[in-house]
């Protein structure tokens, strides 16, 4: 090859260099667009949801704090309201339990008394039928 035709082809070879990057340069600006395409709508779709979930989230993780406080405080009051009950139930029971054994004995009590009330008239109409007896056997 003479000296021409390398330098001939350097020249060509250099042409090609350059065809090649702006067919490049070409697409890029297209493939960008191309892409843009494809993509931005589902991007745009997604960041739109994505945004409403967050606000979404953040709304409901302040709902969940006011029901964890929620629970917090009424499980403090089932727990004290459980004790007053347990208490009132005991003492109902223990009340009851008392004034029912006052009464037994107070009816015991009096029952004693009739009792013995009871044997002391048996005891007088003893002696007075045996007066009687007495009487008609002397007539």
Do not use: F, H, P
Not at 29 to 53: F, H, P, Q
Not at 71 to 99: A, H, I, M, P
Not at 118 to 126: D, R, T
Request: aromatic residues 2%; glycine residues 2%; proline residues 0%.
């Amino acid at each position: 090859m003479s000296e021409e035709e390398i330098r001939t082809e350097i020249s060509d070879k250099k042409d090609d260099i350059t065809r090649i990057e702006e067919d490049a340069a070409k697409k890029e600006a297209g493939a960008e667009k191309k892409i843009e395409g494809v993509w931005d709508d589902k991007i745009n779709e997604t960041k739109t949801r994505l945004d409403a979930a967050e606000i979404e989230l953040k709304e409901a993780k302040e709902e969940a704090d006011k029901w964890v406080k929620k629970r917090d405080k009424l499980s403090v009051e089932v727990k004290s309201l459980t004790k007053q009950y347990d208490n009132y139930v005991k003492g109902k029971d223990k009340d009851l339990k008392d004034l029912l054994t006052n009464i037994d004995k107070e009816k015991k009590s009096k029952i004693k008394d009739l009792d013995k009330d009871i044997k002391k008239l048996e005891k007088q109409l003893e002696k007075v039928m045996d007066e009687k007896l007495k009487e008609k056997i002397t007539e």
